[in-house]
Every structure is written in C-alpha cells, then in structure tokens.
C-alpha cells in the first residue's frame, strides 16, 4: 500500500505509540476520561508544539498519545512486523467493535498496515491499560514476553 503525508513521506511506516521527542513526532490524539482512553486529533500537531505546555513531572505520554517513524531499533520489531500489535492483539477482544474513529494517521499507520481494523478498535484503549491493569500492561509492553506467555496469564487470572 503506498503511503504518502505533506512531507512526502511515502515509504516511511508510522508507530501510533511513539516516542514524543523524536524530532518527526506528531500528536495522535488526547487521552480523555477516567480510563485513559485516546480520542483521535483530527488533523496531525507536532509534537514539539505542545510539549513545552505540558507541566514539569509529567510525562508527555500520560496526557497525550504521540505518532513517530516505526523503526528497525525498536525492540518490538521482528523482523518487518511490530509484536508490540500483536502482543495486544492477544488480549480480550473489546466490547464495541463499531465504527472506527477518524484518525489522521491510519494510512500510514505500521499498525493498521500489519492488521487492519482490528488494531484500530483495540488501539484507543491502550492507556487503559496503564492504570488499571499494570502486570498485565508490563507483559504486553515487553518485547520479551511470548504470546504463550501472554495466553497463559490470561486464563490464570480468569
Ligand atoms: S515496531 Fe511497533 S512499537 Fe516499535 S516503532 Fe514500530 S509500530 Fe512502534
């Protein structure tokens, strides 16, 4: 699938889960409510625009979810794929499988690229798992955790 954006970008796969202080950082969107979750900004802001607003002992991340470059150091990347999706697409389905929102970064999106929409129904979510569920949100961040594993803890605390 080619993916373009203004910059002409039009190989470059994004990671919806990225690292604020990159210097091609975008904000994804806002995290909103008592679980955390993301709503979507519709159009992209860059992420050194906002950054210097949030308050000192904040991390970036806790208030605002950031979009930047998928690449080949991360520790989640195996191979062409990313198993930091895949790790959550291990976990329960949620409940409403609705509608996707509007999200300016899906076409180029690594994840939405390697899953399709069912990353894009598990991903506003992902804060929500934080707070509420700090074990099982360690398991699923560590690219040292199998899906065996992940599967295994699951049932257990079924
Ligand atoms: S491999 Fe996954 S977690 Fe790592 S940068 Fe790419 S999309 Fe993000």
Same mark, same amino acid.
């Given at each position: 699938m080619r993916t373009v954006d203004d910059r002409g970008e039009d190989h470059i796969s994004w990671c919806?889960? @990225?690292?604020?202080?990159?210097?091609?950082? &975008?904000? &994804? @969107?806002v995290r909103s409510g008592e679980k955390g979750q993301v709503v979507y900004l519709d159009e992209p802001v860059p992420a050194a625009d906002v950054l210097s607003s949030i308050p000192e002992g904040i991390a970036p991340n806790r208030v605002l979810r950031f979009a930047s470059h998928c690449t080949s150091a991360c520790a989640n990347r195996v191979g062409d794929d990313c198993s930091l999706i895949q790790r959550i697409q291990t976990l329960p389905s949620p409940q409403e499988t609705g509608a996707v929102p509007r999200c300016h970064l899906r076409p180029r999106c690594k994840w939405w690229n390697q899953t399709g929409v069912d990353a894009c129904h598990r991903c506003p979510a992902l804060a929500t798992l934080n707070s509420a569920d700090d074990r099982l949100a360690a398991l699923v961040a560590d690219p040292a955790t199998t899906i065996e594993q992940l599967e295994h803890w699951i049932a257990a605390a079924e």
């Open positions: 919806p889960s @990225g690292d604020a202080h990159r210097p091609e950082s &975008l904000v &994804l @969107g």
